[in-house]
């Protein structure tokens, strides 16, 4: 087995194209004298991009899951992981693009793949959190242009993303769901401002973003008009399959929970009950991991379903958990914080320094759809219990009473 759980030596035929794509790749490309965005435009070209993506556009047309068998024997020779720069583009805004996009928005795969433009999700609002397709962002066809006015908030990287992908409201006189429209937005186009929202870990990932008569070519509408929630559900359920399982399907015992036994490894404690508690935490690392391995093995082509909100459900809760036991093996010093002054503006992953991580594991239940949505979705969607109470539903949008 590797270290992703696939067996080595299979005659899956498609496990075999991966598998030799990427030592091709690999033998042309050698990572240790291989710029960084060359090597990504590579990997591109050689289909190990997203696997799942039909030839040419970073694909090889096989099953999603043959993806861990790429990341993972490029990451072991020492090749770059171009997602931990570019996170929303990577799991979300680009299989949104691929599903739903033209052929002149598909060319913008790559560059995307190569980290040369880096790309954000614009859906949440001050009044559109969990539910978003409550949304009040205008778009106004003005004849091959759209005018969009509004604010979106809590929006990961805008302050370094050349791209943006936007939910707005296109026809507010049917009900919500039915009248949003999908657009692929310029970040430095006119009228576009973006304002950092400083965090309690004292960087700034996160953003509001002003749309002040933008104007947007119609070219850029991604889809349908009037089909922007088949956009946004695309983009959500790839969200929370990316969030949940982790970039690039990582092995056993790496990640959150790798920094975990190495600081109780460090600390030297003999306490049973903080062993037992490190011990049920690895467990349910362990069981999170192999529950991601089996559904991205029984997940066909195409958008995920909810087993997504599984892993990112469990994910929040987990990692909250592990960070804590961190700080509380850290006794007096788990209180201390290096400094609040310089916001980093980093990308929304974690980092070495423990007790940022715990601050930020605080945001894993609220980002990419919050615990609460998550478990009506598991109840909705796996367990067929009987769903809320939807009153607005069925209401036009500019009927529905807004505070």
Request: charged fraction near 25%.
């Amino acid at each position: 087995m590797d270290s992703s759980g696939d067996t080595v030596g299979t005659t899956d035929p498609d496990a075999l194209e991966v598998q030799e794509a990427t030592e091709r790749l690999l033998a042309e490309f050698d990572p240790d004298t291989t710029g960084e965005t060359e090597f990504l435009g590579a990997q591109y070209d050689a289909g190990l991009a997203w696997v799942h993506f039909p030839r040419g556009l970073g694909g090889l047309g096989v099953n999603p899951r043959l993806q861990a068998l790429a990341t993972g024997r490029i990451t072991e020779a020492g090749g770059p992981l171009g997602g931990l720069r570019n996170p929303i583009g990577y799991g979300m805004c680009g299989p949104a693009v691929e599903v739903h996009g033209t052929d002149e928005q598909r060319a913008l795969l790559r560059p995307l793949f190569t980290n040369e433009h880096i790309w954000c999700q614009l859906f949440s609002e001050p009044g559109a959190g969990s539910d978003v397709a409550s949304l009040a962002t205008r778009a106004e066809r003005d004849g091959e242009e759209w005018v969009v006015n509004g604010q979106k908030v809590w929006t990961t990287l805008a302050h370094v993303s050349s791209y943006g992908l936007l939910i707005a409201r296109s026809d507010p006189e049917v009900p919500k769901h039915r009248g949003m429209t999908a657009f692929i937005v310029d970040m430095r186009a006119p009228g576009v401002e973006t304002r950092p929202l400083r965090q309690m870990t004292g960087d700034a990932e996160f953003n509001e973003v002003y749309f002040t008569d933008v104007r947007i070519p119609d070219s850029m509408r991604l889809d349908e008009v009037g089909r922007g929630w088949s956009v946004a559900i695309t983009t959500l359920m790839n969200e929370r399959v990316s969030i949940g399982a982790g970039t690039g399907a990582p092995p056993r015992g790496s990640g959150p929970i790798r920094q975990l036994v190495d600081a109780y490894s460090a600390h030297g404690s003999t306490d049973e009950v903080m062993r037992d508690r490190v011990v049920q935490l690895w467990a349910r690392s362990e069981v999170n991991r192999l529950t991601n391995m089996r559904a991205a093995a029984n997940r066909k082509l195409g958008t995920p379903g909810p087993e997504g909100s599984v892993a990112k459900l469990a994910m929040a809760e987990l990692n909250k958990d592990i960070y804590e036991a961190t700080t509380d093996l850290a006794g007096a010093d788990g209180m201390l914080y290096g400094s609040y002054d310089e916001p980093t503006s980093k990308s929304a992953l974690f980092g070495d320094d423990l007790a940022a991580n715990f601050l930020r594991a605080r945001a894993n239940s609220i980002e990419g759809g919050t615990s609460e949505v998550l478990r009506n979705i598991l109840g909705e969607r796996v367990l067929g219990l009987p769903g809320d109470v939807r009153a607005d539903k069925d209401l036009p949008w500019s009927d529905v009473p807004r505070s």
